[in-house]
């Protein structure tokens, strides 16, 4: 997948959406006293050395938190007081408690990822105090371990990539205060760290090479492999930024870990590719057959990307033509799938109808000893499985795809009231199995998906009221769904309904609502509706659990979306 994946081999495993949840339940639940030292104790050495005195930083942060203290109680004492003129007697605190119950149904969302080899799977643990823990599960034996831990309080965690054995693992670190940035790489297996030196730019002086600049450094990526005799080296990959913060450039190096000779972690630094184009944005991910990494050079309306294997040598995909855009994923025998369309601003105004929702990709498959591509993408082998409609006359469009050894999953959604499914399309008998979505859930995410060679696909499902749901289908039984949250089977019992509708607009335009609602809460007049519009970017409003809203639908309101920019509609 690649329109909707963090370029990031632990996607699903550096959620904020959950943490967001439980820094708002820390927060609203920590009684102050207890956050004045617990502040104070988390303050960075280099905080207080340029505050001057561990005195004054105290003196500081304790005027700091008695003035938020102050607004905070402001604040609430107002919402107490509208919260008298609520009927039924309801308090702020019964609020937050049912809030804090709805988040709390998150934590049985079995959030794990299978790695790159499949011999492992992925998952994390988070604490009241803000730190995550981060480990791993033999897929054989059963055995768990530590990968790494992480202290919010200290550091912001950026990208991060696993290497294709699983040995490694390598994430970027911004540290909190004036420390700046570091790529560190963690030995799995021995639990040692290292700090990737990510020096660039070089000045000569009596035959020796002094690196100048410390850039700064958007993503990491680790590429293939390197075998030297009985010894595998990684490829490591990173991108840069401009003076103006753009992602611009990509340099590459050999990681040798404790391997390497002279003390040395990595080769230098090596500059791949580098685009001074002000409207373009670089970035790096490893392709699913682990053999290159993909270099995006994007705009909103155009783009060109470039694989590049263990040699660190680019070779051009398909050269940038303007109002095209294509994607791609690799496999293990150097074959290419191609996503490739038209943006709105090059597509003629005849192939625009009311009520479509998106552009129309088309798929191809092409070998890499083809490339560099000229006018077409290869052969087309979405004409085998394009326009299947589901027998209600509705055609599905193309969104994003995972490509497996044997298999392509296609993500796609309805031009016509913008639901979305699954198609499972069987690369060696040209067959396609559709995965319809389930009625009580809105939204179809991808789950990770990593390893190439995985006999299964994941996808997650979820809507406003409903806590998201793993999936997996059975590549070779093609048993279909088996629905688990956790090690629990689902139990879909949740008196919730999410219900989709197309209202017309002025000019007939046709708009797509989505209605959540607790049909177990019988109305006597006309139920209550809070009504959700957004009219910028062309971006849907978010389906995905919302703990927030919990309160109101189970007190008998409807809560309407709109799902797609439409002027007739306002925001309410």
Do not use: W
Not at 451 to 472: A, D, G
């Amino acid at each position: 997948m690649f329109l909707s994946r963090r370029i990031s081999d632990l996607n699903l495993l550096n959620s904020p959406r959950l943490l967001r949840q439980e820094i708002t339940i820390c927060s609203s639940k920590l009684p102050y006293s207890n956050m004045i030292p617990f502040i104070c104790r988390h303050l960075s050495k280099n905080d207080v050395k340029s505050a001057g005195s561990h005195r004054y930083q105290h003196s500081a942060a304790l005027e700091t938190l008695h003035s938020i203290r102050k607004e905070k109680k402001s604040a609430l004492n107002q919402i107490d007081e509208r919260m008298k003129h609520v009927p039924g007697n309801i308090t702020r605190m019964n609020i937050e408690d049912e809030i804090q119950a709805a988040a709390m149904r998150m934590e049985d969302f079995g959030n794990t990822e299978e790695g790159p080899s499949g011999k492992y799977e992925y998952y994390f643990h988070d604490s009241v105090i803000g730190s995550r823990s981060y480990r791993r599960r033999n897929l054989i034996s059963g055995d768990e371990q530590p990968v790494f831990s992480t202290n919010f309080h200290l550091e912001e965690l950026g990208p991060m990539s696993l290497s294709v054995n699983e040995d490694f693992a390598a994430r970027l670190i911004t540290f909190n205060g004036q420390q700046g940035q570091q790529i560190v790489v963690t030995d799995i297996n021995t639990g040692i760290h290292f700090q990737v030196d990510i020096r660039t730019g070089d000045v000569q002086e009596d035959g020796i090479t002094r690196y100048v600049t410390t850039p700064t450094v958007h993503n990491v990526e680790f590429g293939p492999t390197i075998q030297d005799a009985n010894v595998t080296y990684h490829t490591l990959f990173f991108t840069t930024c401009d003076s103006k913060g753009r992602p611009n450039a990509v340099y590459g190096c050999i990681f040798f870990g404790n391997k390497g000779s002279d003390d040395k972690l990595n080769s230098n630094p090596e500059l791949v590719l580098i685009d001074h184009e002000g409207s373009n944005f670089v970035d790096v991910q490893r392709t699913k057959g682990c053999k290159y990494v993909a270099i995006h050079s994007t705009s909103k309306t155009s783009n060109e990307i470039y694989l590049v294997g263990k040699d660190l040598s680019p070779k051009l995909v398909r050269r940038r033509q303007a109002g095209i855009q294509y994607f791609l994923d690799c496999g293990v025998d150097d074959d290419v799938i191609i996503m490739a369309q038209r943006t709105e601003m090059s597509k003629p105004q005849k192939e625009v109808q009311d009520g479509i929702l998106g552009n129309d990709f088309k798929v191809y498959e092409v070998k890499v000893n083809e490339l560099p591509l000229c006018e077409d993408f290869g052969e087309e082998i979405s004409a085998n499985f394009r326009s299947a409609g589901t027998g209600d006359g509705c055609d599905f469009f193309i969104e994003d795809m995972d490509i497996f050894v044997s298999h392509i999953c296609f993500y796609e959604r309805s031009f016509l009231n913008g639901t979305q499914r699954v198609k499972v399309y069987n690369r060696k008998r040209g067959t396609n199995t559709v995965i319809p979505s389930h009625d009580a859930y809105c939204v179809i995410t991808p789950a990770g998906n990593i390893n190439y060679l995985s006999s299964h696909f994941s996808f997650n499902v979820e809507s406003p009221v409903k806590p998201p749901v793993s999936l997996q289908y059975d590549f070779d039984h093609g048993t279909g769904s088996k629905a688990y949250v956790g090690e629990r089977k689902v139990q879909d019992d949740y008196p919730y309904t999410c219900d989709r509708v197309l209202i017309e607009s002025h000019d007939g335009t046709k708009c797509p609502l989505s209605i959540v609602y607790n049909k177990s809460v019988k109305i006597s007049s006309v139920r209550p509706v809070v009504l959700v519009g957004y009219n910028c970017y062309g971006q849907n409003q978010s389906l995905l659990y919302d703990p927030i809203i919990m309160p109101l639908v189970d007190r008998g309101f409807a809560i309407v979306s709109q799902q797609e920019a439409c002027p007739s509609l306002a925001v309410i």
